[in-house]
C-alpha cells in the first residue's frame, strides 16, 4: 500500500513556473514507477509524464515536452514535476500515481493516486 500526497499548486500568470512534489509512504518508494497525470474541467484524465524507477527514463506528453520535468529522489521518496512556461490550457488538476508494473501512460495500470492539487494559470 502507498500513500501518496502532492503539493505545490497555486494560481500564476502564463509564462510562470511552478514544481510540484508527490511524497510517497507506506511501502518501499523505489519499487514503483511514478506518474503524473491531470485532469481539467469537462475533460478526462491525461497522461503528463511517467519516471521509471531508478529515475534513468522518463517520458513527457508531446503537450508538455520541453516545458515540464519529471525527476524523483527516492532517498526521499518523492517525485516531482518541474512546470516553466506554464499556459493556461495547463490549468487542472495534478495527480501523482505508482504503478508496480510497466504503465507508461495508461492510467488504469497505476495502482495507486493521490488527491491531487490545482494549478490554475491564468493568461
Known amino acids: 500500500q502507498v500513500q501518496l500526497v502532492e503539493s505545490g499548486g497555486g494560481s500564476v500568470q502564463a509564462g510562470a513556473s511552478l514544481r510540484l512534489s508527490c511524497a510517497a509512504s507506506?511501502?518501499?518508494?523505489?519499487?514503483?514507477?511514478m506518474g503524473w497525470f491531470r485532469q481539467a474541467p469537462g475533460k478526462e484524465r491525461e497522461f503528463v509524464a511517467v519516471?521509471?524507477?531508478?529515475?534513468?527514463?522518463?517520458d513527457h506528453a508531446n503537450s508538455v515536452k520541453g516545458r515540464f520535468t519529471i525527476s524523483r529522489d527516492n532517498a526521499k521518496n518523492t517525485v516531482y514535476l518541474q512546470m516553466n512556461s506554464l499556459k493556461p490550457e495547463d490549468t487542472a488538476v495534478y495527480y501523482c500515481?505508482?504503478?508496480?508494473?510497466?504503465?507508461?501512460?495508461?492510467?488504469?495500470?497505476?495502482?495507486?493516486w493521490g488527491q491531487g492539487t490545482q494549478v490554475t494559470v491564468s493568461s
Open positions: 500515481a505508482a504503478s508496480s508494473s510497466y504503465p507508461g501512460n495508461n492510467a488504469q495500470l497505476y495502482n495507486y
Open positions: 519516471i521509471t524507477r531508478s529515475g534513468y527514463s522518463t
Open positions: 507506506g511501502s518501499t518508494f523505489s519499487n514503483y514507477v
